[in-house]
């Protein structure tokens, strides 16, 4: 039952941090993406480029989100 | 997952936990051979490259100038890969990648795809040794294709950029390095398997919850629990399509990674 509960307690810092964790990239996908969408509307004809260069962005950025997630598990 | 539901206790609240994680990714062996298990995922991946070879052969079989049905697809898959990613990101140089790109691009879809793929509702890149493999074989590549345009020039440029100062030499050739040999492919293949299995985990957790709300052990449980089960199984269905954008997205964004990291290796002025 001590074993249990301690495992419990760490789970629950873990979740801890993979919230702390996603709070970045939350607010650098917002950035990105509210940025290609303006660039986008500004200039329609760039919006091939700007989409890819806005998903290579976001997948630099969500990387840090999904280690926090692995690492979640790895506890 | 629903067995462990199954063997899970009503009386004890609506509290429920599976016993561990891996029981959702780890099948059972069918058949040994010699000291290996041949299990589900090993014909799953079998069949994803049989899937792949099969329908761009049946694209491909009858070239006609006005396509067919399926091999117009096939087609605006292949400009997909050949103009928006080789030619785009690459550029000169880019067409001998184009082969390699678009089977990387048609097997992790494919592998994706199994998640929502009714009666397999497995994605095979969930396991990590499928992207840790494909991240290697492109690591391998651009280091190939760096080493082959440039020489012995190429690693001192990986580490220290054309017309650094001598002063920051140690700090940026330290941080390079990392970043270069050791972030690069870790974090291609991370990508990949964390978007996969969190989804994987999301979709049979919110499914088999719901499941378990509305009917467990054979029997109907309180009514009380019936509307919790019927949100938690809509929610369920929501990330459903969810997935299925996040299972192409991935795909294209492996795909692309390995057509910048392969640029940075042909064109290092960028």
Redesign the interface.
């Known amino acids: 039952m001590e074993e249990l509960a301690a495992e419990v307690v760490v789970k629950g810092y873990a979740l801890i941090g993979y919230g702390a964790a996603a709070i970045g990239p939350g607010v650098g996908i917002g950035i990105i993406v509210g940025n290609a969408v303006q660039a986008m509307a500004r200039q329609p004809e760039a919006a091939g480029m700007v989409r890819t260069t806005m998903f290579l962005g976001i997948a630099f950025t969500e990387a840090l989100a999904l280690i926090g997630f692995v690492l979640f598990f790895l506890v | 997952m629903i067995v462990a539901a199954e063997s899970c206790d009503i009386e004890g609240g609506i509290v429920c936990t599976p016993s561990n ?1 891996n029981e959702l990714f780890v099948f059972k062996p069918i058949f040994y051979i010699g000291e290996i298990g041949i299990s589900r995922t090993h014909f799953l991946i079998i069949f994803a490259a049989l899937l792949v070879v099969i329908f761009l052969f049946a694209g491909l079989r009858k070239k006609s100038v006005v396509p067919s049905k399926i091999q117009s697809v096939v087609e605006s898959l292949v400009t997909l890969i050949r103009e ?1 990613i080789a030619m ?2 690459i550029g000169k140089g880019g067409e001998a990648y184009v082969p390699y790109l678009l089977s990387l691009f048609m097997f992790i879809l494919v592998g994706n795809l199994f998640e929502v793929t009714p009666l397999i509702n497995f994605p095979i890149t969930s396991r990590i040794a499928i992207p840790l493999l494909l991240s290697l074989i492109t690591y391998v590549l651009f280091l190939v294709a760096g080493i082959r345009k440039q020489g012995k020039e190429y690693f001192t440029h990986l580490i220290w950029p054309p017309g650094l100062p001598v002063a920051l030499k140690p700090l940026v050739g330290l941080i390079e390095f990392a970043s270069t040999l050791i972030v690069r492919p870790v ?1 291609l293949a ?2 990949l ?3 996969l ?2 989804g994987h985990l999301m979709l049979s957790l919110l499914l088999v919850s719901g499941y378990f709300f509305i009917y467990q052990n054979g029997v109907w449980p309180v009514p009380g629990k019936i509307p919790i089960g019927v949100a938690w199984y809509t929610f369920g269905l929501a990330i459903y399509g969810f997935e299925i954008v996040v299972s192409i ?1 991935q795909a ?2 492996f795909t ?2 390995s057509a ?1 990291y392969i640029q940075t290796s042909l064109h290092p002025e960028h």
Request: no cysteine.
């Open positions: 994680v928006d785009n990101v974090s991370v990508r398997f964390a978007n299995v969190a997205l294209y964004i692309l990674l910048v």
